[in-house]
């Protein structure tokens, strides 16, 4: 694998699953396959899981790590081209990039979408400008469009506790404070189209996702119809993607909330959350404390994503 920013780089899931259960069952069996090697992830925005869950999925794998948050300590980038550089940006992501390049064989990107322009957003433009100029495999850890690592963890967190062949996987909307990019919904549902099992999708009126993402999903506005009979319940806020509220808070409506008498329409469904999540706005304490949550099983799934990907690519180089 030479990059890794969307379900298309992973092949077949069935292949990628059976990958990431071994790795599972025995986290240390290729431990040699990173020496010497290093890994530089660079965040332009804050993280908990992607930052130790990465490191951990690197160390398995006898990597070298080393970690840049660039705005904390690094110059600022300036990211446009033809910029007169009179402002407070001292350095250009054009020289940037190569330079961090030259430091290490694979880069992990954190940048998400700025949700001013969803032209600039959607044209990835940090991501693409790693890809063309750092000379190395790069991998997304989240981007302005997709969070890939997340939606990986979240295939296997469901394949291991689904109860059917086909199980009813329901990504709901949910309301909080400030406004979040499409990318864990955008993901989320690109891989969840990748599989055979029911998908829906609910939120409330304007907050239809790009079509390319919502593919043949199914797209219910009546959340006591989307819940009903729901395996998984899968809560995430975003923000408008639709002109010409792009990147703005339509509703903060609490009956989108997750709920107990919510999750009573549902078949006894698990609860999933990518994290950080705001407690009663996105889901009640009784619910994310509830046994039915996974939100822990999920995050923990997120070290196996990281090495089936960091391995692929180690395996390439
Ligand atoms: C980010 C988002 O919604 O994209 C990261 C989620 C993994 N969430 C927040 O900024 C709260
Ligand atoms: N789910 C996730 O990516 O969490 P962090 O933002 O803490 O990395």
Request: glycine residues 4%; hydrophobic residues 40%.
């Amino acid at each position: 694998m030479k990059q890794f920013t969307s379900v298309h780089d992973i092949g077949p899931l069935d292949q990628a699953l059976q990958e990431a259960f071994e790795i599972k069952k025995n986290p240390l069996s290729q431990v040699d396959l990173g020496k010497h090697k290093t890994l530089l992830m660079i965040f332009f925005n804050s993280s908990l899981r992607t930052r130790l869950s990465t490191q951990k999925a690197a160390l398995n794998l006898g990597m070298d790590v080393i970690v840049l948050d660039i705005n904390q300590g690094a110059w600022k980038l300036e990211t446009e081209r033809g910029v007169v550089m009179d402002g407070d940006k001292p350095e250009h992501i054009l020289e940037a990039i190569p330079v961090m390049g030259s430091y290490c064989d694979i880069i992990g990107v954190r940048a998400f979408a700025q949700l001013k322009n969803k032209e600039e957003d959607y044209y990835e433009v940090i991501l693409n400008q790693f890809i063309q100029y750092s000379g190395k495999p790069v991998f997304s850890m989240e981007a302005a469009t997709r969070h890939p690592l997340q939606s990986f963890a979240d295939l296997i967190t469901i394949e291991e506790y689904k109860k059917s062949a086909k199980p009813k996987v329901v990504l709901t909307w949910a309301p909080h404070p400030n406004a979040l990019p499409q990318a864990v919904p955008n993901s989320f549902a690109e891989w969840m189209n990748a599989t055979d099992w029911d998908f829906v999708i609910t939120h409330p009126e304007g907050y239809e996702l790009a079509p390319q993402f919502v593919g043949k999903a199914k797209v219910e506005y009546d959340i006591e119809k989307a819940y009903k009979g729901a395996d998984f319940i899968y809560a995430k806020n975003w923000s408008a993607y639709q002109d010409p509220h792009y990147g703005k808070i339509l509703s903060k409506d609490m009956n989108w909330t997750v709920d107990s008498r919510k999750m009573a329409l549902t078949n006894n469904a698990f609860f999933m959350h990518c994290l950080p999540v705001r407690r009663n706005m996105i889901v009640t304490d009784n619910v994310i404390e509830s046994p039915r949550s996974i939100v822990i099983q999920e995050a923990a799934n997120r070290t196996v994503s990281a090495q089936v990907v960091l391995k692929r690519i180690l395996e390439k180089i």
